[in-house]
T-cell receptor, first 112, second 115 residues
Framework: SQQGEEDPQALSIQEGENATMNCSYK?????LQWYRQNSGRGLVHLIL?????REKHSGRLRVTLDTSKKSSSLLITASRAADTASYFC????????????FGGGTRLMVKP | DGGITQSPKYLFRKEGQNVTLSCEQN?????MYWYRQDPGQGLRLIYY???????QKGDIAEGYSVSREKKESFPLTVTSAQKNPTAFYLC??????????????FGPGTRLTVT
């Protein structure tokens, strides 16, 4: 299957700084979703952005989508120690129905 | 209290034994999914079901089987044919919205160790 790729694989920042994670994918999508996973737990949905949208906000989260470059970014502003987790992008490819393809994730550590 | 439950949280089995992982949801979602996650990796789709009594193979279905006899339940059996079954297994569900399928809701996962 065609996996998205996240960049960077790991990110370490100080509390209060912004964190940016990027995701690239390979073919046309219906939507792209970002999820968060705390260590050893299930995934929690953060934001879904559709192919006809360019930017979406939710609290301290901002997601952008550039379909011409086949890429998306997740920005977490004013990070907190509690934001420490793995973040995954998942793409819903056209003609793939409800199947999602997950990237390998970015492991974010926010130091207090 | 709505959500997805998976049991047990930890499961240990001997090589050569089949094992069934439970997944139940009370969200009234039509679609359910099983994923496998290996350490430091993303999720890979094993099987999914969009409707009762119907399911499709995902990317890594070999050595696994599922059933969908009820809307609320989607158990996964890891058979002895699965060559490397030790992993973290995640179940999810979703509903069909106005513009297609909505986001997926995940259970807490089952960590399976086979020795």
């Amino acid at each position: 299957s065609q996996q998205g790729e996240e960049d960077p694989q790991a990110l370490s920042i100080q509390e209060g700084e912004n964190a940016t994670m990027n995701c690239s994918y390979k073919t046309s999508i219906n939507n792209l979703q970002w999820y968060r996973q705390n260590s050893g737990r299930g995934l929690v949905h953060l934001i879904l952005i559709r192919s006809n949208e360019r930017e979406k906000h939710s609290g301290r989260l901002r997601v952008t989508l550039d379909t011409s470059k086949k890429s998306s970014s997740l920005l977490i502003t004013a990070s907190r120690a509690a934001d420490t987790a793995s973040y995954f992008c998942a793409t819903a490819y056209n003609n793939a129905g409800n199947m999602l393809t997950f990237g390998g994730g970015t492991r974010l550590m926010v130091k207090p | 209290d709505g959500g997805i439950t998976q049991s047990p949280k930890y499961l240990f089995r001997k090589e050569g034994q089949n094992v069934t992982l439970s997944c139940e949801q009370n969200l009234n979602h039509d679609a359910m999914y099983w994923y496998r996650q290996d350490p430091g990796q993303g999720l890979r789709l094993i099987y999914y079901s969009q409707i009762v009594n119907d399911f499709q193979k995902g990317d890594i279905a070999e050595g696994y089987s599922v059933s969908r006899e009820k809307k609320e339940s989607f158990p996964l059996t890891v058979t002895s044919a699965q060559k490397n079954p030790t992993a973290f297994y995640l179940c999810a569900s979703s509903r069909q919205g106005l513009y297609g399928w909505d986001e997926q809701y995940f259970g807490p996962g089952t960590r399976l160790t086979v020795t």
